[in-house]
């Protein structure tokens, strides 16, 4: 009979398992495409387990108490008056104390290897990536092609990406959960973050910090592929019929939902400089700094002719 209570117990728990892990079809964190996603893969593991030494054995140990100390049983020793053991004192704080220590020296070792900011060692030249967010919607610049897109980002493997990130509108957060860490993308500011993709696949990427209404439709397709094919998508983005200048930008800042991709044969020079000047910089860099210089000149020359074009009309 208690066979049989045990086998059904087992049933009703693996049901329920898999009741509630149904809705986890895509376990992203635990199928990394990268190196920076392997090392947060490890990282969650290791802490994992480390923590498990606790939890598993205290779990059993308040079933197997409550079986064997059950008011039923007169087999068990009664002691009304216990009420401290030096013993379990220590192990109880002992363990514990050794699994933080370890836990927190494997998350500082951690912490600094991961650093967003530190560029990926590789003979590969890395591929320079501006990212800009919208309501509600990525857009990506390519400085050195001079192409840009919306909601959707191309990218080498093999090859390290370096980001620069930044927000057009209120704060989001920049994540590609196959292929590692997230950052924060904020008005003003320009962060960056450098990725690597070790093979071909297509991986979603997502803004993980609620923005607003249109917040759940601000997904891209990261397309991971061969230096060939993303030659041909260079190409094939350059022939697009539009280009990026001021004039499209105005609209494509204009908040929308589910924004389909677009492609952009050009893109105006500095843009992203400028969308991060907007905002007014809280860490210039000396190019923006330049641009600022080179902004102002040119409304200073923009005066000059204004007024020059005024005398002689007056003249006239």
Same mark, same amino acid.
């Given at each position: 009979?208690?066979?049989?209570?045990?086998?059904?117990?087992?049933?009703?728990?693996?049901?329920?398992?898999?009741?509630?892990?149904?809705?986890?079809?895509?376990?992203?964190?635990?199928?990394?495409?990268?190196?920076?996603?392997?090392?947060?893969?490890?990282?969650?593991?290791?802490?994992?387990?480390?923590?498990?030494?606790?939890?598993?054995?205290?779990?059993?140990?308040?079933?197997?108490?409550?079986?064997?100390?059950?008011?039923?049983? /007169?087999?068990? =020793?009664? $002691?009304?008056?216990?009420?401290?053991?030096? +013993?379990?004192?220590?192990? %109880?704080?002992?363990? @514990?104390?050794?699994?933080?220590?370890?836990?927190?020296?494997?998350?500082?070792?951690?912490?600094?290897?991961?650093?967003?900011?530190?560029?990926?060692?590789?003979?590969?030249?890395?591929?320079?990536?501006?990212?800009?967010?919208?309501?509600?919607?990525?857009?990506?610049?390519?400085?050195?092609?001079?192409?840009?897109?919306?909601?959707?980002?191309?990218?080498?493997?093999?090859?390290?990406?370096?980001?620069?990130?930044?927000?057009?509108?209120?704060?989001?957060?920049?994540?590609?959960?196959?292929?590692?860490?997230?950052?924060?993308?904020?008005?003003?500011?320009?962060?960056?973050?450098?990725?690597?993709?070790?093979?071909?696949?297509?991986?979603?990427?997502?803004?993980?910090?609620?923005?607003?209404?249109?917040?759940?439709?601000? /997904?891209?397709? =990261?397309? $991971?592929?061969?230096?060939?094919?993303?030659? +041909?998508?260079?190409?094939? %983005?350059?022939?697009? @019929?539009?280009?990026?200048?001021?004039?499209?930008?105005?609209?494509?800042?204009?908040?929308?939902?589910?924004?389909?991709?677009?492609?952009?044969?050009?893109?105006?020079?500095?843009?992203?400089?400028?969308?991060?000047?907007?905002?007014?910089?809280?860490?210039?860099?000396?190019?923006?700094?330049?641009?600022?210089?080179?902004?102002?000149?040119?409304?200073?020359?923009?005066?000059?002719?204004?007024?020059?074009?005024?005398?002689?009309?007056?003249?006239?």
């Amino acid at each position: 009979m208690k066979k049989k209570t045990c086998l059904s117990l087992m049933k009703a728990s693996g049901l329920l398992a898999a009741l509630f892990l149904s809705g986890c079809d895509d376990w992203v964190l635990m199928d990394p495409k990268g190196p920076i996603g392997q090392s947060g893969k490890s990282l969650i593991l290791t802490a994992t387990w480390l923590m498990l030494i606790v939890v598993v054995p205290v779990i059993i140990m308040t079933l197997v108490f409550a079986w064997k100390y059950r008011a039923s049983n /007169k087999n068990a =020793t009664y $002691a009304p008056k216990w009420a401290h053991s030096h +013993a379990i004192e220590v192990v %109880v704080w002992f363990i @514990p104390c050794v699994i933080i220590g370890v836990l927190a020296l494997i998350t500082w070792k951690t912490t600094h290897e991961l650093d967003p900011y530190k560029p990926l060692e590789s003979e590969v030249k890395p591929l320079h990536v501006q990212v800009v967010a919208l309501d509600w919607k990525w857009l990506f610049i390519y400085p050195e092609q001079n192409i840009a897109s919306v909601n959707e980002l191309a990218i080498p493997t093999g090859t390290p990406i370096a980001f620069d990130i930044t927000s057009a509108s209120v704060m989001n957060a920049f994540f590609i959960p196959q292929l590692g860490s997230q950052i924060y993308a904020m008005a003003g500011m320009n962060t960056k973050l450098h990725l690597l993709a070790d093979e071909p696949g297509t991986y979603m990427g997502m803004s993980a910090n609620y923005s607003g209404s249109g917040f759940s439709g601000m /997904k891209f397709d =990261t397309l $991971a592929m061969s230096t060939t094919d993303f030659n +041909a998508w260079v190409e094939k %983005v350059k022939a697009a @019929p539009q280009p990026l200048e001021k004039e499209q930008y105005t609209e494509l800042v204009k908040p929308s939902e589910a924004n389909p991709v677009a492609h952009f044969s050009s893109v105006e020079s500095n843009l992203y400089q400028s969308i991060l000047n907007s905002y007014g910089s809280y860490c210039q860099s000396p190019s923006a700094t330049a641009l600022n210089s080179h902004e102002a000149l040119n409304s200073k020359a923009g005066d000059e002719a204004q007024q020059v074009s005024m005398n002689v009309a007056s003249e006239e």
